[in-house]
């Protein structure tokens, strides 16, 4: 699917309309419908036209580095390089372009002072939502309010640090230079579990992944990962969670996959799994299969019991030393989204 100008870092998908959001460099949110994408795929090969998105939402100039869309709010939320959550509100006919009754109204969430890198929604609970910056801080909101402020903010103060507390509510904060001052680990990537309704697992970048308590707002958990390959640092560049039991899986900058069991915060498997970093990971609609994302433009499937793979896709086309830059899998069909750094969005079928 053709459209955006620039790399496309998010992608999501609501897996009963089969509505597909991504987001991009070129600052644009694009809304598709994957239903049409597919059934107009070969007549479009034939005649060389491409499937275009149904939609452009643009609510300022800024990256898009974030998207998640929550089907039950019928929200689209978008993170961006200017630190600000936008919100838009999706009409009931977001499927028929050109419905002259349609109507995006959009809001602001202003509390984060660096670039959005992740919005997670939870599973169970259709109004919570967390996000991590760059200015090292997690925040977590009920989105029944946009206005309202953030109900959790989760900062980790790295050894040495002045600041007495790593975990701390409402807009109390340290300094917006804080971060750049070293004072913060930055988060990488946050998920919420859906074996613990009441868990945040968010990774950072000095390779560390911390469970927190969003009842309390406190750590109950943290777990060091140790660099592979040869590299001094690996940050985490993403978090999954396999929906059916406490498996959690880290992809790393250093080309690894990590498996780690949640009850004991162990890790149980590595994986070399890429000849470059492993930008992004998901479960794949199965339930057995871990799906990993590279800079080396392939796809590959992990068997979860024995952490062999499975299957192997090359992707896209390398582009200013970036590949694969967002991937997603269909929780009930076996299809993967990816969005690449040469601004195609491809779907691949498993197997």
Request: with cysteine.
């Amino acid at each position: 699917m053709y459209g955006h100008l620039d790399p496309i870092r998010a992608i999501d998908i609501d897996p009963e309309s089969l509505l597909v959001v991504t987001g991009s460099d070129d600052g644009l949110i694009k809304l598709w419908d994957l239903n049409k994408a597919r059934s107009s795929h070969k007549s479009q090969r034939r005649s060389g036209s491409d499937y275009t998105s149904l939609y452009n939402l643009r609510g300022s100039i800024h990256r898009v580095t974030a998207v998640a869309y929550s089907p039950k709010q019928r929200r689209c939320f978008a993170g961006s390089s200017d630190g600000r959550v936008r919100v838009w509100d999706l009409p009931l006919d977001v499927h028929q372009p050109g419905s002259s009754s349609l109507n995006f109204s959009e809001q602001k969430m202003d509390e984060h002072q660096n670039v959005v890198w992740e919005i997670a929604l939870h599973p169970q609970d259709p109004h919570a939502m967390a996000t991590i910056s760059a200015d090292g801080t997690c925040r977590l909101w009920n989105t029944r309010d946009i206005t309202e402020a953030s109900l959790h903010q989760f900062l980790y103060l790295l050894p040495g640090s002045d600041a007495q507390s790593s975990d701390t509510n409402g807009d109390a904060a340290l300094p917006p230079s804080a971060a750049a001052e070293g004072s913060l680990a930055i988060p990488t990537s946050v998920t919420f579990p859906a074996s613990n309704p009441h868990q945040l697992l968010v990774g950072y970048e000095n390779t560390h992944i911390r469970v927190y308590d969003t009842i309390h707002g406190t750590c109950a958990l943290q777990m060091a990962l140790d660099p592979a390959n040869g590299y001094s640092r690996a940050k985490i560049n993403k978090l999954t969670v396999y929906p059916s039991d406490s498996l959690l899986v880290a992809a790393l900058e250093d080309q690894t996959l990590r498996f780690l069991d949640l009850r004991s915060g162990k890790q149980i498997g590595l994986v070399h799994a890429h000849l470059e970093a492993v930008t992004t990971v998901d479960v794949d609609y199965t339930g057995y299969c871990t799906v990993s994302a590279s800079t080396d433009c392939t796809l590959r499937w992990w068997d979860r019991r024995t952490f062999n793979c499975v299957y192997h896709q090359e992707a896209h086309r390398l582009k200013n030393d970036e590949g694969i830059v967002s991937m997603r899998a269909h929780p009930r069909r076996p299809w993967v989204l990816t969005g690449g750094a040469d601004a195609v969005v491809k779907v691949f079928t498993a197997g």
